[in-house]
């Protein structure tokens, strides 16, 4: 993990390892197959402490609404940036490398996996009593959240000072969705029209029929 903040994924070597634990170079390869797989272990630790980090601010005072909740989770979510820079650009590197190690694309695919689910559970908390009443699939909402957030990982790599706060966006999503949702109520309802029907492609005995 000391590698990972320090020198990122790609730059870390083996002897990097090796020395930062005090452990034999052939261990590594001993106990976790390759480089790559302890560093990959490695860093879905860190996140996985970083997603329950941010899940705990939603176990707010019992007399907090779900708008309360949603606001602590967006303010929480961006108090992580606070942590080491080369940490997410570890994480950016070692997406950029699932594609060609399957082994590695399993492991962030479990990791994303278990983040969804648990994301759906911080789902169900903020919404409290009233989350009888989705009828979503509450990991569809999680891994809308995920993307949103995952995005604004790769912006602010490349430029914090425009990514906006926590509670700048949490402001902004809550007007646009107020708007949406107003103009919509007032909007004529508009008849749909009928889909138009595919023919049916001919047979190629048919076909062959023509031809002779």
């Keep these: 993990m000391k590698c990972l903040r320090t020198k990122g994924y790609a730059r870390t070597t083996a002897r990097d390892i090796a ?11 001993y106990h976790f197959g390759s480089k790559e797989a302890l560093l990959n272990e490695a860093m879905i630790r860190i996140f ?36 080491p820079r080369p940490l997410f650009v570890s994480f950016v590197e070692a997406v950029s490398q699932a594609g060609y190690s399957e082994e590695l694309r ?5 990791h994303y996996r278990n983040a969804r689910r648990g994301a759906a ?8 009593p009233a989350a009888d ?7 569809v909402v999680a891994t809308f959240v995920m993307a949103l957030f995952d995005g604004l990982v790769l912006q602010w790599l490349l430029d914090p000072d425009q990514v906006p706060k926590g509670e700048e966006l949490m402001t902004a999503i809550m007007e646009m969705t107020a708007l949406i949702s107003d103009e919509s109520a007032g909007a004529p309802k508009r008849r749909s029209r009928p889909r138009a029907t595919k023919r049916p492609a001919a047979r190629s005995s048919r076909r062959s029929t023509a031809r002779a």
């Design 106 to 110: 399993g492991q962030l695919a479990d």
């Design 133 to 139: 009443r989705l009828h979503s699939d509450p990991e």
């Design 121 to 128: 559970g911080t789902v169900i908390a903020i919404l409290g």
């Design 19 to 29: 020395a930062a634990s005090q452990a034999n170079l052939a261990s590594i390869g």
């Design 48 to 83: 996985k402490r970083r997603d329950w980090k941010v899940g705990e601010t939603t176990r707010a005072p019992e007399d907090s609404t779900p708008l309360d909740r949603l606001r602590a989770l967006f303010v929480a979510a961006f108090d992580v940036f606070d942590a």
